[in-house]
């Protein structure tokens, strides 16, 4: 069959309060993420794996609190004074482990933040003690803050997070095309959004709904010319 010309659209990513689903793998991590609550010693650490909603949430606190949000990749020390004016999220602190001028900047943004009375939130994938910040006097500091953990997601949370990225691409699947995916796919919200990513663009390039014929043919075989592997264990390195 002949491919149709197709256009891979970004998808655009709500990112709101209503659009986060609750459920037993992140209750605890939400509810200290709501702003009535004050963390112990002024800041928070949120971890979880790719894709789980770190930066949603850092997103739905930030429009509650007015912090702003920010790599830690991108972080220098001259922005510090200005950013510590108000409450702040620093994003995948683990990426800086090698970078002793970021590392810097953070802390000293660390003490600025609170001591002008605000809150800090600093996200990575893995537990705060495994981050192995090289300036010992940083990686202290955040050991020493309030932890939050976003784990894998259940049967539930997982089909929820399909529904929302295919929502996100403003595509929608069959109604037997989620429960097929659930039941057979990686459980982790890395693989939902390689999968709903390669599946959207399969529908579109063969003029194809999104069906479970075609999630059945995307689950057991390589796409041609796809170089990431949609199948049961697979590794996922994207956030």
């Known amino acids: 069959m002949a491919q149709q010309l197709s256009f891979d ?10 659009d986060f689903f609750v459920a037993p793998s992140n209750a605890m991590a939400v509810a200290l993420l709501d702003p009535s609550f004050h963390w112990p010693s002024g800041k928070l650490v949120l971890t979880g794996p ?12 930030a429009s509650q609190t007015g912090a702003k949000i920010l790599q830690a990749s991108s972080l220098r020390e001259d922005q510090v004074p200005q950013l510590a004016q108000a409450p702040v999220v620093v994003e995948d602190v683990p990426a800086i482990a ?10 000293h943004l660390h ?6 009375g605000h809150a800090l939130m600093l996200t990575g994938r893995a537990a705060p003690n495994l ?24 049967d539930a949370l997982l089909a929820v997070v399909l529904a929302k990225l295919f929502n996100d691409r403003q595509v929608t699947p069959k109604p037997d095309v989620i429960p ?20 959207d663009s399969l529908a579109l390039s063969e003029g194809r709904t999104l069906s479970r014929p075609l999630a059945v043919r995307l689950m057991s075989q390589d796409l041609p010319n796809d170089p990431l592997q949609v199948t049961k264990n697979v590794a996922y390195t994207s956030d």
């Open 98 to 107: 090698g970078n002793p001028e970021a590392q810097n900047a953070l802390f």
């Open 131 to 154: 981050w192995q910040l090289s300036l010992a006097d940083l990686q202290s500091r955040v050991q020493a803050a309030t932890h939050a953990e976003l784990q894998a997601p259940d």
């Open 111 to 116: 003490n600025l933040v609170l001591s002008n």
């Open 180 to 199: 097929y995916l659930v039941a057979h796919m990686d459980r982790s919200f890395a693989a939902a959004a390689v999968i709903v990513k390669q599946l």
């Open 50 to 61: 790719a894709g789980s909603g770190k930066t949603h949430l850092a997103h739905v606190w």
């Open 9 to 18: 659209l970004p998808a655009k990513t709500a990112l709101g309060r209503d």
